[in-house]
C-alpha cells in the first residue's frame, strides 16, 4: 500500500504537471488549491485565535492558581496540585522537576508580562518573594532547574529592570528590590555542586539544594549538561561574578572536547565522572537537542567567537552525517530532506525513530539563517502532527507508527511554527498555529486545565499539566497571533530561552565585568577547531588555561537569502513537494483534494 501510495504521487506530479524542471518552479504554476487553502488569513480569524490563546492560557493558569498554588504543578483532571514525591525519592519523572518551589508561577511570569497582564505579573512577583524557597531537603535535576526556575526568575529581573514599559505600563512594582535576582543567585549558587565535584567538568545531573549533595546517579545527557549556559551567564554578568559562566562553559568545552574522532559528532548520554560515552546515538532530539540551540544563542546574546564557531561546525557536521533526501528542499529530485538519528563514531542511521524534541530544530535553523531548510524539516514535523491530531513522542518514519505515543502539550513544533512565520510572514504557519490550539483544546481540556495525552491513538489522557504548557506552547502560540505585540516589533532585541524565557540582547550582556585574567579557573578546548579532537570515548581537560583556545572557523555556512515576497502566498514547501511529503506519511492529502474537486487538472 505504502508503494503504491508514492507511486500515485508520483504520477501526479510528473505527468499531471508539465514533465520539465519548470514543473519544480513554483512561479509556472497557478494558484493552486493548496495554495487557496493556506494562502490568506482573515483579520478576523487572527483575532478570534489571539482571544482563543488567552483563554487557553487563563484557564490553565487560574486553576493552577486556584487548585495547586503554591505546589509546583497542576493535576488538570482531579483539581489537585502536585509537588515532589518524598515518598518514592527514585521516581525521577516527578522528582527531577519538582521541588516544592512553585513552579508552574515562576516559569510563568514572563508570560504574564508578554500578555499583558501587568497587575497579575506584579501579583506573581510578590507571591514568589514571598512563598519561594530553595532551602529544602529536594534533590532535583540541574538541568531543568536551571531552565525552568533560574530562567524564569532572571527573566521577569530583567523585564523589570531593563525595559519596564515593554509591555505598556511599568512592570516593575515601587517596592522591587531585586529579590527575584537575589532568588536566582542562591539557586545557582546551591547547584555549583554539581560542577564542581566533577573532575571532568561536565556537571552530575542531580543535586540536593539544602545540603549540595551530589545524587549518585552519574550518566547525563549531552543537552542536561550543555544547556546551561543562556541562564548562568546571564547570571554572572549580572552579578558581576564569573563563576557560574565559567562552570557552564567549561561543561561546553568539556563535551566539545568528547566529540567522536572519526565524525566529529556527539552522543547522547555520558558518564559525568569518567567522561566515557554511554549513549551513542547522535542526533537533533531529546538528550542532544538544546546542547546545539545554546551554542547558537549564546552566541546571539553574549557575542563570543567560541559559540558561534562551535555550533558552525556541528552544524556542517548534521548536514554531512544526519540529513537524508534531496539535496535542497524545493528543487530538485528525491526523498523529503530528514534529519536521523546516526551512530556517533560512524555516521550509519542509529534508529529508525525521531523524537518530538527535534521540532524545535527548524526554530535554530531560523535564527542561522538556513530559512529553506527549516522550512522543510518544520514541514516533515507538521505532517506528523496531522497524521495524529497531536504530536507523538517517538515516531517510527519507517514503519509510520508511535513508538513512544504520549503527548505531554510539548512547545517545540509550536515554536518552530512562531518564528517561521517571524521570518516569512506565510499565513501557511498561522493556519497551522490554529490547528494546534483546535486541537489541544479538542483533546487536552480537562475539567481544571489541560492534560497530557498517554497515547496519540485513543487519547488517553494522564493527569500532569507540565509548567512548559503555559511557559512555552501558549508564549509561542499567542506571539503568533498577536501581529502588534510589543516583543514582535523588537524582535531581535530579545532571543527566547530552551523553557521560553525572554532575554535581551545588547550591551549589557555582551561586556563582561571581569577580565578572563582575574578569574583563574577558566578552562580550555582541549582540541583546537580543524585538528584531530580527543578521543571519542573520553574527556581529559584542564582546570586552568593560559592561553585561549585556536579555533579555525569553517567556511561553509548557509545563506541568509530572505524569502521572495511574492512566496508570502504560496506554500512555503511547493505543492509537488508537500504533496509528495503528505503522501508519504499516508495522509492522502491529494486523495482528499480529489474527492473534493474532482478534477485532476484543476488542482494546478
Known sequence: ?????????????????????????????????????????????????????????????????????????????????????????????????????????????????????????????????????????????????????????????????????????????????????????????????????????????????????????????????????LELGTLSRLLGDPIYETMARRANRALWSARAKNTGLLGNVINAKTGQWVGRLSGLGAGLDSYFEYLLKSYILFGEEEDYLMFNESYNGFKQYLRRGRTHCNSGYGDHPLYVNVDMHSGNTYTYWIDALQASFPAVQVLFGDIEEAICTHAWHYNVWKRYGLLPERFNWQRLSPDVAFYPLRPELVESTYLLYQATKNPFYLHVGREIIQNINAYTKTKCGYATVHDVIDMSLEDRMESFFLSETCKYLYLLFDLDNPLNKQFSKYIFTTEGHLLPIGSKLRTKPWTDEEFSSKPSCASSFGKESLSGDSVNIPYVAKEAPIFKPNITQPSCDAIDEARHYLLPLRTPYYLQLTESLGLKELENMLSENGNLEELF
Open 1 to 229: 500500500m505504502f508503494e503504491k501510495r508514492l507511486l500515485y504521487i508520483a504520477v501526479v506530479i510528473f505527468v499531471t504537471i508539465p514533465f520539465s524542471l519548470d514543473a519544480f518552479n513554483i512561479f509556472s504554476h497557478s494558484y493552486d488549491k493548496l495554495d487557496q487553502k493556506y494562502g490568506s488569513f482573515t483579520e478576523e480569524m487572527r483575532a478570534e485565535m489571539l482571544g482563543e490563546v488567552r483563554q487557553m492560557f487563563y484557564f490553565g493558569y487560574d486553576s493552577y492558581m486556584n487548585y495547586a498554588f503554591p505546589l509546583d504543578e497542576l493535576d488538570p483532571i482531579h483539581c489537585v496540585g502536585r509537588g515532589p514525591d518524598h515518598d518514592n525519592p527514585s521516581n525521577i519523572n516527578i522528582n527531577d522537576v519538582l521541588g516544592d518551589y512553585c513552579l508552574t508561577l515562576v516559569d510563568s511570569l514572563d508570560t504574564l508580562a508578554v500578555l499583558g497582564n501587568i497587575t497579575e505579573f506584579q501579583r506573581a512577583v510578590k507571591l514568589i518573594i514571598e512563598h519561594v524557597s530553595f532551602d529544602k531537603e529536594n534533590t532535583v535535576q540541574v538541568f531543568e532547574a536551571n531552565i525552568r526556575l533560574l530562567g524564569g526568575l532572571i527573566s521577569g529581573h530583567m523585564l523589570m529592570e531593563n525595559d519596564p514599559y515593554l509591555f505598556g505600563e511599568n512592570l516593575r512594582p515601587k517596592w522591587y528590590n531585586g529579590e527575584l535576582l537575589q532568588l536566582a543567585s542562591d539557586l545557582a549558587s546551591r547547584l555549583l555542586p554539581a560542577f564542581q565535584n566533577s573532575m571532568t567538568g561536565i556537571p552530575f545531573p542531580r543535586v540536593n539544594l539544602k545540603n549540595g549533595v551530589v545524587d549518585e546517579g552519574v550518566e547525563t545527557c549531552t543537552a542536561g549538561a550543555g544547556s546551561l549556559l
